[in-house]
């Protein structure tokens, strides 16, 4: 399957609308070239968009955070599903700009019905907080947010502090989320965001974290801390997986039984023995 759909025509034409700010033709050109997946054009062509925006606007640097604003406003406030990506994509860029507007509209964005969109709120997240600390203060905030969309997307804001680098940080931000009972934190949380992505990066302060949130009652913590191994960072070190593991041997509910289930099933697939010899030693069925 093509990963563009734009043929050289019609990007010609969105290099010609973008240079006179005609946003809505762009729009109806994407519109155009929508896929069955998510109803939106193909990533790469919205990419290829945002970047021609973001070059634009940045020719005049001196209006750039405001413009950043007013672009994504626009766009988010249509009503496609392509214009909200690329406003949300834009938007974060303006943060200096207004604040307090832009954390509105993105909050919009990510408690949209469609779940692609989601996405992109969920990216914009990570990246604001990355390139702006005093967002730390807002994303804390939101943690209590009753939509669990939005706590879904300030989940992300971790990534963007990992790439700053700021571990204490991001398990700061984490340590509320461990909690939450929303299946949909729950699946992006510790299989993803701690597990493929910060276990992977900063393994040995992880591990120790880990070990730490282990012995906490909350039983969606633990669940977190047993679902950090079922992804391919868990697949190549399975004995760093045992090492916690083991330490759910005593428990009895079902929720984390199941769990952990999941994740020796998931392992056996390349360490059939290992996981074998595992059980055994430890009393696992």
């Not at 563009?4 to 762009?26: F, H, P, Q």
């Not at 914009?124 to 969309?149: G, P, R, V, W, Y």
């Not at 399975?238 to 952990?260: G, T, V």
Request: proline content about 2%.
């Amino acid at each position: 399957m093509k990963d563009s759909l734009l043929d050289n025509k019609s990007k010609s034409e969105i290099l010609k609308a973008v240079k006179i700010k005609d946003y809505l033709t762009v729009i109806k050109i994407l519109e155009k070239h929508k896929t069955g997946h998510a109803c939106t054009a193909k990533m790469k062509d919205k990419r290829f968009v945002i970047k021609e925006i973001i070059s634009r606007i940045l020719q005049n640097p001196e209006t750039s955070a405001r413009e950043f604003y007013e672009t994504g406003k626009y766009f988010i406030n249509r009503h496609e599903d392509n214009s909200k990506e690329l406003g949300v994509s834009l938007i974060w860029r303006g943060y200096i700009f207004d604040r307090k507007n832009i954390v509105k509209l993105m909050l919009k964005i990510a408690d949209d019905k469609n779940w692609e969109v989601r996405e992109y709120a969920a990216g914009a997240f990570a990246e604001i907080i990355q390139h702006h600390e005093d967002f730390f203060k807002t994303a804390m905030k939101l943690l209590k947010h009753k939509s669990e969309n939005v706590r879904r997307a300030v989940l992300f804001s971790a990534l963007g502090l990992v790439k700053r680098n700021d571990l204490e940080k991001a398990f700061l931000l984490l340590d509320p989320l461990l909690k939450d009972n929303s299946a949909y934190v729950k699946k992006n949380l510790g299989p993803f965001i701690l597990g493929s992505y910060i276990l992977r990066k900063f393994t040995a302060e992880t591990m120790s974290k880990l070990k730490q949130w282990s012995k906490a009652d909350n039983v969606n913590v633990k669940w977190n801390v047993i679902m950090s191994f079922k992804n391919a960072f868990g697949m190549n070190n399975p004995y760093l997986a045992f090492q916690i593991l083991k330490r759910f041997k005593m428990e009895n509910d079902p929720r984390l039984k199941r769990a952990i289930k999941s994740v020796l099933n998931f392992l056996s697939k390349k360490h059939k023995r290992d996981v074998s010899r595992f059980k055994f030693e430890n009393g696992f069925d």
